[in-house]
């Protein structure tokens, strides 16, 4: 059976036993016996008797046929012949997840954790928050976020490690945050086809932690590839109808521009760090946060100052009219939040 890979459980690959490869196209199917020699019809079955030899049976596959075609075929494990096992998946996601099992035992036990990095109100430096950023939980299984991230999107688990990464967010900050401190969760866009589908995990978490809505912020994070704005508004607007605020990151740069600010109108807009550093010596740079800071009044906006690193940079933040601040100037992601600001 053929199924959504993009949040649904991940489906077991077996380390020993048959797979099982079938594809739509009359024209592969000889190719696939050709390279396998074998007679049987569509699908073809293929022993295994360890993980290298999967491998094995998945780059012959993968060598042999363009990428166009490698879309085409369907894959998954079985203990026997004719013996149902997991949903199948395209060849791309399972080559994906075979190559990686370290990284889908990962997602698959949600073995990671979250770090808080404080957010700081600029007049006083007191913490009005924290961003919440994926760490791993134990030395046995380490991971860059990002690597974890590039793997989860290339094996189609991208819908599942972005929700699973929400939810461990609203634990540890229900776990560790006292009510009215914010969190800033970072979410990808891409990943939430439907939001009424997608974000219902999300919502049951904030109802399980006993979160309150007011205190979270959901952060857009790789604005610069979202070309539907009708679809992102869509996110915004279930999110908000459940009582919680959003922020549009990286603002300044990419596809977060300042018509997207008008466009979208979030609760917080987090200035990219291209644009803070070192603003406090550039007159363009100068000059663009003061017309952001205009518009952001204009549409009631609170904008935020990513990576501060500098007194100065703080100082200038505050003094063209930002709101908020967030850099290793105030304090760097760690395990557990801090009582105060040290500058």
Do not use: W
């Not at 979410?187 to 932690?209: G, M, N, Q, W």
């Not at 406090?280 to 690193?309: H, M, P, Y």
């Amino acid at each position: 059976m053929l199924a959504c890979s993009k949040c649904n459980a991940i489906p077991q690959i077996l380390l020993e036993g048959y797979l099982e490869v079938y594809t739509p196209a009359p024209q592969l199917v000889e190719s696939l016996r050709e390279i396998f020699n074998l007679e049987s019809a569509n699908p073809i079955v293929v022993s295994y008797d360890n993980e290298h030899e999967l491998k094995e049976l998945c780059e012959l596959i993968n060598n042999s046929f363009n990428k166009a075609a490698k879309e085409m075929f369907y894959c998954s494990t079985l203990t026997e012949p004719g013996i149902k096992g997991a949903t199948a998946i395209t060849f791309p996601h399972f080559y994906s997840r075979v190559q990686r099992p370290d990284y889908i035992e990962i997602m698959n036990g949600s073995l990671f954790t979250n770090h808080m990095q404080p957010i700081i109100k600029l007049e006083d430096n007191e913490i009005t928050g924290y961003e919440f950023l994926m760490r791993p939980i134990k030395q046995d299984y380490p991971f860059q976020p990002y690597e974890l991230f590039q793997m989860a999107r290339e094996s189609g688990l991208q819908s599942f490690l972005d929700s699973a990464t929400r939810i461990s967010s609203i634990r540890v900050s229900a776990e560790t945050l006292p009510r009215g401190v914010k969190r800033f969760i970072n979410f990808l866009p891409s990943s939430i086809y439907d939001p009424t589908h997608c974000l219902r995990t999300t919502f049951k978490a904030v109802e399980k932690y006993e979160v309150d809505p007011n205190d979270l912020v959901f952060e857009v994070v790789e604005t610069e590839k979202i070309n539907e704005i009708d679809h992102l508004k869509n996110i915004f607007n279930t999110y908000k109808a459940e009582g919680m605020k959003m922020a549009l990151d990286d603002v300044g740069t990419g596809f977060a521009t300042q018509e997207m600010l008008l466009e979208l109108k979030p609760d917080f807009a987090k200035i990219d760090r291209s644009v803070i550093s070192f603003c406090d010596q550039d007159i363009v740079k100068q000059s663009k946060l003061s017309e952001l800071v205009s518009i952001a009044e204009a549409e009631g906006i609170t904008l935020l100052a990513e990576g501060i690193e500098r007194k100065e940079e703080a100082q200038f933040c505050q003094d063209v009219g930002m709101t908020y601040g967030q850099g290793y100037y105030f304090g760097r992601p760690a395990e557990q939040p801090i009582s105060r600001i040290k500058v």
